[in-house]
Structure formats: C-alpha cells, structure tokens
C-alpha cells in the first residue's frame, strides 16, 4: 500500500519551454502533497505544499510565478515548471500524505534536463 | 532558521554496526524521521519517532532526545546494500518534512 507514481520520470526539454510533471497516489486519497527538488549530492529542498482544492503554499525563495502547482483531486497534483531554464535541471519528487503523523510516501522523481 | 545537522559521509565493515547522529533546530517540530535513498532513487522511509527513545525496526532502530534536539539512527549486522545516503529530517506543523544534508554510508566487504 500507499504507492506514489510520477511521470514522467525522464525529460529533456528546450530552454523556454514548459514542462507538466504529475504525481499521484495510486492506492490511497492524499490530502496534502509535497514537492520537492533535489539537486546532485545535495538534499532534498522543500518546495511547496500542496492542498487539494486550494492554492499551494510556497517555501520562501520559491517563485510560484514558474514552478505552477494544481492539486485538482485526491490522487493527483502537478507540478509544472515554467519557462525552463539550465539552471531548473533538477530531480524533482513528490511526496503524499495519508495522514498518518511522521510519514510522507515519496515518488520515484522525476529527472529534469533543460537544454 | 530551521537546520538539521548530520555528518556527511560514514564507512563501515559488513556486519559492524553504525550510529548515525542528527541534531536538530526548528520550529514546529512534531518528530523525527528518518528516510534512505540510493544513488538515482527516491526517498524510502525507515522510521520516526515523535516521543522520546527508541524505535526498533528489523536491524534499524532509531532514537530522540527532545530536551537534547538530537537524535539517531542505529544500522546494525550492516550489508552492501544498506550503502546509501540517510536522512534525517523534522516533521513538523502542517506535516512538513525538513531535510538534513544527508549522510553517505558505505559499507566495505
């Protein structure tokens, strides 16, 4: 139980373009998920929380204006980036809550390559 | 600010067994978790502790302190394949992990 898929889990892309990665809960409903990004050798930076039915909170120093975030039911919230850049080449993964006080279940992330 | 302090790399030999520490300073602060990741994976969750003392899991255990903002991850009869990075990380209000830099652990034959 409490499986969280993403997808893609590889993507290149152009600089400029936009890129949608989604992240669902494929065996129970979440309420609450969690974006993160990780960048190599480094840890896991908090990006935002996601609430189904409302507007995602942001972690200081992340700018909602590019990294859109839609948590449009219990089971899947998206993350989509912007106007990709280089410097947005990153493993992203998501994270879901069952609720259950001390634990998220992870996705296996997402591989990002701007070009 | 919130911070999480762990050391950066650890080696053992198969079999020993290993403590892996985590001090912590944030604000909201419900528990400590405790995650694993190999190299190209995802997060895989080990445990947490939201009262003091020890959890016991199988050869993990983990261990919280919460006058000393400390606490630790015990890896016992340890194997290659527990040679990976593990993270500490405060669960806080709203269910908000906070993530320590990470320890690599490798295990030598």
């Known amino acids: 139980g409490a499986v969280v898929s993403q997808h893609p889990s590889w993507v290149i892309c152009k600089s400029g373009t936009s890129v949608k990665i989604e992240c669902r809960s494929l065996?129970?409903?979440?309420?609450?998920m969690f974006w993160y990004r990780q960048f190599p050798k480094q840890s896991l930076m908090l990006m935002a929380t996601?609430?189904?039915?409302?507007?995602?909170?942001?972690e200081q120093g992340v700018e909602k204006d590019k990294f859109l975030i839609n948590h449009a039911s219990l089971t899947l919230s998206t993350l989509t980036v912007t106007s990709a850049h280089p410097e947005d080449s990153s493993f992203y993964i998501c994270?879901?809550?069952?609720?259950?006080?001390?634990?998220?279940?992870f996705g296996p992330g997402t591989r990002l390559l701007v070009l | 600010g919130q911070s999480l302090e762990q050391p950066s790399e650890v080696t053992a030999v198969e079999g020993a067994i290993v403590q892996i520490n985590c001090t912590y300073q944030?604000?909201?602060?419900?528990?400590l978790s405790w995650y694993q990741q190999h190299d190209g994976g995802a997060p895989t969750f080990l445990s947490y502790?939201?009262?003091?003392g020890l959890e016991e899991t199988g050869r993990f255990s983990s261990f919280l302190s919460r006058s000393d903002s400390y606490g630790y991850l015990l890896l016992q009869e340890l194997q290659m394949k527990d040679s990976a990075s593990y993270f500490c990380?405060?669960?806080?209000?709203?269910?908000?992990?906070?993530f320590g830099q990470g320890t690599e652990l490798s295990v030598k034959p």
């Open positions: 994270s879901a809550s069952t609720g259950t006080v001390g634990t998220q279940y």
């Open positions: 065996d129970f409903q979440a309420t609450t």
């Open positions: 996601s609430n189904e039915g409302s507007k995602a909170t942001y």
């Open positions: 944030t604000s909201g602060f419900y528990g």
């Open positions: 502790n939201g009262l003091d």
């Open positions: 990380a405060s669960f806080n209000q709203g269910g908000k992990l906070i």
